[in-house]
């Protein structure tokens, strides 16, 4: 039988499963939770408040944008999307990612449209994370790492402004701390030859589903 946080965690209308245990809420997994005095969820909060902003809530609770968003999402492009999804995936904190393509201005993209390098997007992944476990800073430090940030449109053997090495932040945040980032890496490593664009995120399109996961499930078979 399971227990009554239980229930409450797998019921999507957890407001009114709330009501009815008169408990509060204890998954701190979920991206709506809060931390606060009451541990109230973000459903219960709009359901006893009336509908709020995040900002709002923060708020009432005097607690931080932060606090309450407690998942942070960026997408970096380093070349074949496979690769790099699949290196992200295994780190701590990081809680999803997803390959696809962003940067450009052509509408719902195919892999076959992306391959034709006229498109003007690059093969990206998104990454969800959790930045309490690991912040936005260490992520990018990865990402300097495990490829090229100063091969123009290539990465090995893969050629083509679809592979270009680039960072599209979500937030100022992010931007500035690219910004000091890459100003850090240019003088410490990589003698002013970065060539990685920084953009700001605007339309991203999910790949087909046999490109997501697709080194682990490639795996699987060997």
Not at 153 to 164: A, F, K, L
Request: glycine fraction near 4%; hydrophobic fraction near 30%.
């Amino acid at each position: 039988m399971p227990k009554r946080q239980d229930k409450i965690r797998l019921n999507t209308t957890c407001f009114s499963e709330h009501e009815r245990f008169k408990v509060s809420c204890s998954n701190t997994e979920c991206r709506l939770w809060i931390e606060s005095e009451d541990n109230y969820n973000c459903t219960v909060l709009a359901a006893k408040h009336g509908p709020r902003t995040l900002q709002e809530i923060g708020d009432i609770f005097n607690v931080t944008r932060m606090r309450i968003c407690q998942i942070e999402k960026t997408i970096f492009a380093a070349g074949c999307f496979w690769h790099i999804e699949d290196y992200f995936s295994k780190i701590k904190g990081v809680l999803s990612t997803r390959v696809g393509y962003t940067g450009g201005s052509f509408e719902n993209p195919t892999y076959k449209d992306i391959c034709t390098g006229t498109t003007g997007h690059a093969e990206a992944v998104e990454i969800e994370f959790d930045a309490k476990i690991i912040p936005f800073s260490e992520l990018l430090k990865h990402f300097w790492e495990i490829h090229d940030p100063c091969s123009l449109n290539r990465q090995g053997p893969d050629i083509g402004n679809q592979y270009r090495s680039a960072i599209f932040v979500t937030s100022s945040e992010q931007e500035e701390e690219v910004l000091k980032q890459k100003k850090l890496y240019n003088e410490k490593k990589y003698n002013y030859k970065i060539v990685t664009n920084i953009e700001i995120l605007s339309k991203f399109y999910p790949a087909e589903k046999y490109h997501q996961k697709y080194i682990q499930k490639k795996s699987r078979f060997y």
